[in-house]
């Protein structure tokens, strides 16, 4: 995994957590843009290494903005979205760590968005498939609220996932350079796609519209 150093200008907070399942370069990549923006980072980990999390950040990290714990416990901090920085493999054994983590979100948060930024492998390329990775993990979480009784409205929104890790630091790494990215958003709640737009809105990219998870692998 490659170290990624950059130079910003800190900005001032803007007092809402989102948290970040997973690690990687791209994960990372997507923490640099929040905290640019003036979002509260936590990331959830199997193997949760604040060293390793201080080297990636270098300049930018804050003990104040910035944190890394589990997996369970991010899920349970963030203030309404959580993006899912992992492969659609992990999809499963995760869906059962996000119905058990939002048990323990207090009632008045009572929804959670979560950003599905994953693609196809390439073992399914020109294979058929009746459900994208969003529809699936939607579908497993689902049957997880229903099993648990649990009173929390969970949303799943592709998105992100036409972006690389490059695109993810652009203007970070040169502000004066402004060449538009199109997020394309796709995801059956109205709400939940207005406030992923929003947040697109924020951090900089324009945003293409699309109703349904039909399609969105």
Same mark, same amino acid.
């Given at each position: +995994?490659?170290?990624? *150093?950059?130079?910003i200008?800190?900005? *001032?907070?803007?007092n809402?957590?989102?948290?970040i399942?997973?690690?990687?370069?791209?994960?990372?990549?997507?923490? *640099?843009?929040?905290l640019h %923006?003036? %979002?509260?980072?936590?990331y959830?980990?199997?193997?949760?290494?604040?060293k390793?999390?201080?080297?990636? $950040?270098?300049?930018?990290?804050? +003990?104040?903005?910035?944190?890394v714990?589990?997996?369970?416990?991010? /899920?349970?901090q963030?203030?309404?979205?959580?993006?899912?920085?992992?492969?659609?493999? %992990?999809?499963?054994?995760?869906?059962?760590?996000?119905?058990?983590? /939002?048990s323990?979100?207090?009632k008045?948060?009572n929804?959670?968005i979560l950003?599905?930024?994953? #693609?196809?492998?390439?073992?399914?390329?020109?294979k058929? /498939?009746? %459900?994208?990775?969003?529809?699936?993990?939607?579908?497993?979480?689902?049957?997880?609220?229903?099993?648990?009784?649990?009173?929390?409205?969970? !949303?799943v929104i592709k998105? $992100? !996932?036409?972006l !690389?890790?490059?695109? +993810?630091?652009?203007?970070?790494? #040169?502000v004066?350079?402004?060449?538009?990215?199109?997020?394309?958003?796709?995801? !059956?709640?109205?709400?939940?796609?207005?406030?992923v737009?929003?947040?697109?809105?924020k951090?900089?990219?324009?945003?293409a519209?699309?109703?349904?998870?039909?399609n969105?692998?």
């Amino acid at each position: +995994m490659s170290e990624i *150093k950059i130079q910003i200008e800190e900005k *001032k907070s803007l007092n809402e957590k989102i948290s970040i399942i997973g690690t990687s370069d791209f994960g990372i990549s997507i923490g *640099k843009r929040l905290l640019h %923006f003036g %979002f509260d980072v936590i990331y959830g980990s199997c193997d949760p290494n604040l060293k390793y999390l201080k080297k990636c $950040f270098e300049e930018q990290f804050t +003990m104040n903005r910035l944190s890394v714990t589990t997996i369970s416990d991010a /899920l349970h901090q963030a203030d309404s979205i959580v993006f899912l920085a992992v492969s659609s493999d %992990f999809y499963e054994n995760l869906a059962d760590q996000i119905v058990e983590s /939002l048990s323990r979100k207090h009632k008045t948060k009572n929804s959670t968005i979560l950003i599905d930024a994953s #693609n196809l492998h390439d073992s399914s390329h020109g294979k058929t /498939l009746s %459900f994208s990775n969003a529809e699936k993990l939607e579908s497993l979480i689902q049957k997880q609220i229903i099993d648990s009784k649990l009173d929390h409205q969970v !949303n799943v929104i592709k998105a $992100f !996932n036409l972006l !690389n890790s490059n695109s +993810m630091r652009q203007y970070i790494e #040169n502000v004066t350079k402004s060449v538009p990215k199109t997020v394309p958003i796709a995801g !059956n709640d109205t709400l939940s796609k207005q406030k992923v737009k929003d947040l697109c809105a924020k951090l900089g990219f324009d945003i293409a519209l699309i109703l349904v998870h039909s399609n969105q692998h």
